[in-house]
C-alpha cells in the first residue's frame, strides 16, 4: 500500500509537469492538439476546442501533443499559432513551465504542511541513519537505518544540519581509517567501529543521514516563521538536489552508485510513506525539485534540451536542422531506456525481500 501511494504522488508530479507545458501554451493562444494523462491506449477520451483529453491505460504520467510534431495535421505549417512560429520567448516560456511547475508545487506543499500540520520540533544531538546501502561500510559496521550517531572519536555531534556537515566532513576526510562511532539503538549504546571505503581519496559509508529529529510537530509561530521555513526547507532541498547532479558531472565515478531508478524512488517514498501524510509530502516536495533539475539538464528528450536548442537558434538566426537534432535524440532515448533497465534491475536486486530470496 505505501508503495502504492509512492508510485500514484510520483505520476501525480509528472502530470503537474505537463500540465505546466499544457497552460503556459493554452494561456499563449499556442495551439495544443492533446493532453493525456498516462500512456497506453486511451480508456477515456474527449475533444473539446480542438483539444483531445484522454486519461490512459498506464497511469504513470502524461505528455502533451503538439500539432508541429504531427505529419497527419492539416493544420498550415505557416499558421502562426504553431508553436514553432511563435517568438522564441514564447516557446521558451512553454518549454520552462513544466520544470517551474514542479518547483511551485514543492513550494506549496512545503507551506501547506508547515501551515497546517506545523514544522518539526528542534532536532536533538547527533545525527539519524535513514538508509543503509547494502554491502556498504555502514552496512558492514553494524549501522542500520533508525540508528542515531552520538559522536566520532568521543566528539559529540551537534544538532541539526550542523552534526551531519560535520560527520560527513570526516568521514570524506578517512577512507579506509577507523572511526569510533557512539550509537545509540532504542534505549542502549554501544561503539562500533566504522572504516569508510575509499572512492578516489574520498571517505564513502554508503548510509543516507539527516539531522536527529524525533518526528514531533509543533505549530507556527506567526506567519514571517511560515514563510522562513518554508523557503529554508525548499533552498535546502533544491541546493542538495543541484549539488547531487552536478558531482555527477564532476566525479562520476564517485557518485554514480547513488542514483536512483524507478524502482529505489518507489521504495524510498514507501518508507517516508510509513510516517503518514509528513512523510508523502516530503517525498512530493523532493521529487517534484528532483523532476524540476533534471529536466532543466541541456540532456536530449529533456527541457533543458529544447532551451538549449532555443539558444542557439536565437544566436544563429535559424533553428539547428532537425537530422542533426534527431540524431541527438534517438541516441539519448536509447541511453535513457539503457540506464534505466540497468538502474532498474540494480534497485530492485538490493531490495530487503530480493536479498533475502537470494540468500545474502
Do not use: C
Request: charged fraction near 15%; glycine fraction near 10%; aromatic fraction near 4%.
Amino acid at each position: 500500500m505505501n508503495a502504492l501511494a509512492a508510485l500514484l504522488v510520483l505520476a501525480l508530479l509528472i502530470v503537474v509537469h505537463e500540465a505546466g507545458h499544457f497552460l503556459a501554451a493554452t494561456l499563449q493562444g499556442i495551439r495544443v492538439s492533446g493532453f493525456s494523462v498516462g500512456f497506453g491506449p486511451a480508456l477515456i477520451k474527449r475533444q473539446r476546442r480542438g483539444v483531445t483529453y484522454a486519461l490512459r491505460l498506464l497511469p504513470l504520467g502524461g505528455f502533451v501533443a503538439f500539432p508541429d510534431d504531427d505529419e497527419e495535421s492539416t493544420i498550415p505549417a505557416d499558421d502562426p499559432d504553431l508553436l514553432r512560429n511563435r517568438p522564441i520567448p514564447q516557446q521558451a516560456l512553454v518549454v520552462a513551465a513544466g520544470v517551474l511547475a514542479n518547483l511551485a508545487l514543492a513550494l506549496v506543499v512545503l507551506f501547506a504542511q508547515a501551515a497546517f500540520v506545523g514544522v518539526p520540533a528542534a532536532p536533538d544531538p547527533g545525527v539519524l541513519v535513514v538508509q543503509v546501502q547494502p554491502g556498504g561500510a555502514a552496512a558492514r559496521s553494524g549501522l542500520r537505518a533508525g540508528d542515531q550517531i552520538l559522536s566520532l572519536n568521543a566528539q559529540p555531534l551537534a544538532a541539526g544540519q550542523r552534526g551531519v556537515e560535520a560527520m560527513v566532513r570526516d568521514v570524506k576526510a578517512a577512507p579506509e581509517r577507523a572511526i569510533r562511532v557512539e550509537r545509540k539503538r532504542g534505549d542502549e549504546t554501544s561503539t562500533l567501529e566504522l572504516i569508510p571505503d575509499d572512492q578516489q581519496g574520498t571517505g564513502k559509508i554508503g548510509a543516507q543521514l539527516q539531522a536527529n529529529i524525533s518526528g514531533e510537530m509543533r505549530p507556527v509561530r506567526n506567519p514571517g516563521e511560515l514563510v522562513l521555513t518554508t523557503g529554508s526547507q525548499f533552498s535546502q532541498m533544491l541546493k542538495q538536489t543541484v549539488r547531487g547532479y552536478a558531482g555527477l558531472l564532476t566525479n562520476f565515478r564517485a557518485t554514480a552508485g547513488q542514483v536512483s531508478g524507478p524502482v529505489k524512488i518507489v521504495e524510498m517514498g514507501a518508507q517516508l510513506s510509513q510516517q503518514g501524510g509528513s512523510g508523502l509530502v516530503l517525498f512530493s516536495a523532493l521529487i517534484s525539485i528532483n523532476l524540476a533539475v533534471l529536466n532543466s539538464l541541456p540532456l536530449p528528450l529533456l527541457d533543458g534540451w529544447q532551451m538549449m536548442m532555443l539558444a542557439i537558434q536565437s544566436v544563429r538566426g535559424r533553428p539547428v536542422s532537425e537530422r542533426i537534432q534527431m540524431a541527438f535524440v534517438q541516441s539519448g532515448f536509447l541511453l535513457l531506456v539503457g540506464l534505466t533497465l540497468v538502474l532498474i534491475v540494480r534497485d530492485t536486486s538490493q531490495l530487503p525481500v530480493v536479498q533475502q530470496l537470494m540468500g545474502r
